[in-house]
Each structure stands twice: as C-alpha cells, then as structure tokens.
C-alpha cells in the first residue's frame, strides 16, 4: 500500500490518496481511494509492518471538534478516485444522509404493499433493500473501469460487477429486470465488456474479476430473460454470440457434456449432475435467444441439447443420478447424502435437492415420472420426508429446512411453484405459504440462508406479492399464495400494476378465483408483457 498527502484545489492540507492492491478471491485487485477531511492534516505517522503493510495515524488541531471523512475509491487510478470524490463538494455528513434517503425512498416507493401487519411490511422492504445492494456499480463518474487483465475500458451507461449469477438469476435478476431495465442493460454490457477479455460469459465476478464460483454459466439466463422481456440497450447479435461460444466451449465440464449429452460423473468433473441440469437450462435459454433472433438452425441445436436432464433421470428412484460414461449409475446411492464441494454429483446438496432443476420443461420432468400424480406424490415427500442429511462432510449451505426442501440455498427456490404445472396449484400455495411463514421472519436470525447478493430477499419479494419466476427466461410468473391485501407496483414505463388480495389473512391462504381487469382468468401464471401494460390483478382467497 501507499499513501500520499495531497494538496486540494485551494492547497488545503486535507487530503490524501492512495492504493491498496491485493489478490484473494479476486485475483487482481487494485483499490485506488482519495480521502478528504474537513480540517487540514497536522502530521501523519506511518509504522511498517510485516509483508511491506503499513498503517498511519493522522493528527488534527482542536480534536475536540467535529471532524468529517469523505472516502472515494477506483478500480483505475487516485486521480479518478479525486474526480469520484468531488472535491468541490466539502464533506457533509448531514447532506449525504439526506441525499441518501431520498434515493432509498424514490427506490423503495417503486413497490407499496398494503397490509394491517406492520412485521409483513418490516419483512418486505428490508427484503427490497436488500435486492438492491449488488450488483454494485464498479465504473467511475468517468465511465472508466479496470478490466481483470489491466486494459481500461469505457462503459457508456454504468459498469456493474459482484455478479453472484448462480444465485442471482433466479428471482433477484428478474426483479431488476422488472423495476430497472436500464440497470439490467448496463449489467449485460458489463458482463459483454468481461467477454472481449476471456472469450466466455462470466461466471461470478468481484471486483472485475473472474473467481469461477458455482456451477453453470448463467449470464446466459440473464441476457435471454432480458432480451426476451423487452429490455434493449445492448448489442443483441453481439450478446448472442458471447451466449452461443460460451456454451460452445471445452472449459467446466463442457467438452464431456458434447460427448457424451450429459457429464459422466468419472469423467473428471465434480458435481456432475448438478452442472448437467444447469448447462441444459442454459442451453435452453440460448435456443429461446435464437429463436428471437430467426437463428432456426442454433435454435433446433440448443433446444434439442436442452433435453440433457432425461440422461440422468433414473425411473425407479425418481432422482437425477450419477451416470457413468458407459451409462452406469453410480452405486451406492442415498439420496439424503451431502458431500460438501468434492467427490459428489450435487452441488452444496443432494439428490432430494437437486433432482428438479428443469424448470424450462417442467411437463418434460412429469412425463419421465409417468404423469402427474407419481410426480405430485414424490413431490410432496421432498417437504414431509424427514430432515436428515447423511454423509461425513456434509454441505453448510443445507439449512432452512421443510423435510428434504431447504430454503437456505438457492436450488430450492424454484421447487414449490412445479405443482401448478402438475394442476395442483393448491399444493404450491401451502408449500408457499409455509415458506413464507416459517423461512421470514424480523430477528436477526430472519433469513435461513444468508443474502447471497439479493437472491434470498428476492424470492421473498415475489412470493409474498403471490407470483414468482419459476423459469426466469419463459416470461411468465407463476401464481403463488399473495400475502398482502393490495401491492401497487410502479413499473419504469410509468404505468401501475395492482394486486388485490381480497380477504387474505393467515387462515386464508388459497386462490378461489382470479380475475384481471375485471375477467376471470384462468391460467396460473400471467406474462411480463400482460404485467408490463398495467392494470389490476385480484385474487379471492379463501381458507381451503
């Protein structure tokens, strides 16, 4: 590290630049930071420390007095962590609260529930701030951000990194796509200007950086979901090819699963259920690009690739199952057991977690099962089989359990909202509902895994405003168990859209009859596009 005192525009001795770089999780972390204080500097110490560390004590005249810190950081240089500082500015605490609560309040107002219990409303917005701390913005107020191999590059709208895509693509990206589709196109370029370096699609970035956390590639969900909802402000063609190459390569499993339409799980690969389902959403979600784009050919390539789960698919169990090269399932098999990260088919899981993952054909999996009630009835035994998990090193992601189901990791999340597709929407809104009830709460201890960048809140979000995006890419929101007598939702187009819960209570958690804009409507689900033009949503509830 290194620190320089730095004389402001008015040769005021306040200020000081520096850097810190570092490698972790990271690799390459450069940290440029400009630091403004209120009152001149009178002296500054520094101590060395081992690994060439060194800290410093800053001294001021008349300490007995208020002294205001401004910090401003950069991924590029001091100079434009002094441009980020606004040194025009002096600091001003009380301004910046303002400032702040008036951006938190316009972003927290884009949503309003209605309801007589004032712990659903704490549960809500904490849940809504949450959704909006990451991604974080990581260009400067000049456009510049440090790529992970030192160019500079320029980003037009914001650049965007902390990109905890295996979480986040669920219910958290969907949600900004909703509320702020502008932010989601600077998400996209960023995640754009990260493919001219490394020639695939990002996996999970902090700090600009590639770290190769968790399975899938699912920037490729979140730019179909996107194109497919409207958004643009981004260069489509160029998204494609970024999508159609990212899966196209060898890396992560990839060449195994061109050979031989699913990974084998001794073909050198860990988790190899697990990625196999992920990778045939993703191919899913490239085919839906496609077919948006009139690429008929790649369409029919990436549709017919989709349709890897069914390799895994074992009949007599009805779990997804380590398969090897030579088509062998992998013996013996407990689907309770949970290997943490090594010599496992799952993914911080287990086969009772991990075997519905194919939400982009959900009828697909029933018919496998051999229709919907055998589908329905193992179903339900992943929420009333009992809660042991098995093995010696056990995954600690597992927690938030209801039976087999745990709420705490992001697997899961999808689950509950498959009953709708099998014509037992009654079921997905109990298993909602006890979601809901008992996975929520106002403690401390209120969420049952942790953030993960939003993707826990967000399901909260969506669930408790009784819809959720079961397959982010398809559109469409499935209809779940509401829990608020009226959500009023301000879409960016400056249209409203209303939830009416009519006598919604604790009791009354089932959907009698639905109606938009005042016709009955059937289906269980409703389109973005429906949701985008405005108008008013009503559920009757009632208690059975």
């Given amino acids: 590290s290194k620190s320089d005192k730095k004389l402001d525009a008015n040769n005021n001795d306040n200020i000081i630049t520096g850097y810190r770089y570092s490698t972790g999780w990271a690799e ?127 980003a037009e709208g914001t650049a965007y990194s902390t990109l905890s895509l295996w979480d986040t693509f669920r219910a958290e990206h969907p949600l900004l796509t909703l509320l702020q ?60 090819e970024a999508m159609k190459t990212t899966m196209m390569q060898d890396d992560r499993g ?16 860990d988790e190899s259920v697990t990625i196999t389902l992920e990778y045939a959403y993703d191919d899913w979600c490239v085919a839906q690009m496609a077919k948006a784009l009139g690429k008929t050919e790649d369409a029919d390539f990436f549709t017919k690739r989709s349709e890897a789960y069914a390799h895994l698919f074992d009949k007599e169990t009805g779990f997804m199952r380590g398969k090897s090269t030579n088509g062998k399932w992998r013996t ?28 982009h054909n959900v009828q697909g999996l029933i018919n496998l099962f051999g229709g919907n009630e055998p589908f329905v009835t193992h179903l339900e035994k992943l929420f009333t089989e009992s809660s042991e998990i098995t093995g010696d090193n056990t995954s600690p992601d597992i927690s938030g359990l209801i039976g087999q189901y745990a709420h705490g990791n992001e697997p899961s999340h999808h689950i509950a909202y498959m009953f709708n597709v099998a014509g037992q929407p009654k079921k997905t809104q109990y298993w909602v509902d006890r979601i809901l009830q008992t996975q929520y709460n106002t403690t401390p201890n209120g969420l049952s895994g942790n953030e993960d960048c939003g993707q826990m809140s967000a399901w909260y979000l969506w669930s408790a405003m009784g819809l959720y995006p079961m397959n982010p890419a398809s559109t469409e929101y499935q209809f779940g168990r509401p829990l608020f007598d009226k959500v009023t939702i301000h879409l960016p187009n400056g249209k409203t859209f209303t939830i009416i819960a009519k006598n919604v209570s604790k009791d009354n958690k089932y959907i009698q009859s639905v109606k938009l804009n005042g016709k009955e409507y059937s289906q269980w689900h409703i389109s973005h596009q429906d949701l985008l033009k405005g108008g008013e949503l009503v559920f009757e509830m009632t208690n059975k």
């Fill in 332 to 359: 013996p098999f407990d689907p309770k057991r949970s290997d943490h990260r090594e010599n496992t088919d799952y993914t911080e899981g287990n086969a009772w977690q991990h075997s519905w993952f194919v939400p």
């Fill in 28 to 154: 390459n972390q450069k940290v440029f930071f400009a630091i403004q204080f209120s009152k001149p500097i009178k002296n500054i110490t520094y101590q060395k420390h081992k690994d060439d560390v060194t800290s410093g004590q800053i001294f001021f005249d008349n300490t007995d007095e208020k002294l205001e810190v401004k910090v401003a950081v950069s991924s590029v240089s001091e100079e434009n962590a002094l441009d980020n500082l606004e040194l025009y500015n002096a600091p001003n605490f009380d301004k910046t609260k303002s400032l702040a609560q008036q951006q938190w309040e316009k972003t927290l107002s884009s949503i309003v529930v209605e309801t007589p219990v004032d712990s659903l409303k704490t549960i809500f917005y904490t849940a809504l701030y949450h959704a909006q701390v990451a991604p974080v913005t990581f260009s400067d107020k000049n456009g510049q951000f440090r790529l992970q191999n030192d160019e500079i590059a320029q």
């Fill in 181 to 240: 589709p502008k932010v989601t196109a600077d998400i996209i370029n960023s995640m754009l200007a990260y493919y001219q370096v490394h020639k695939v699609l990002p996996v999970w970035t902090l700090y600009g950086n590639e770290t190769n956390t968790m399975t899938g590639y699912h920037s490729v969900a979140v730019i179909a979901e996107a194109y497919l909802k409207g958004v643009r402000g981004f260069d489509a063609e160029k998204a494609y």
């Fill in 254 to 269: 990839l060449k195994a699963y061109k050979k031989y339409g699913y990974i084998p799980y001794n073909a050198g690969v």
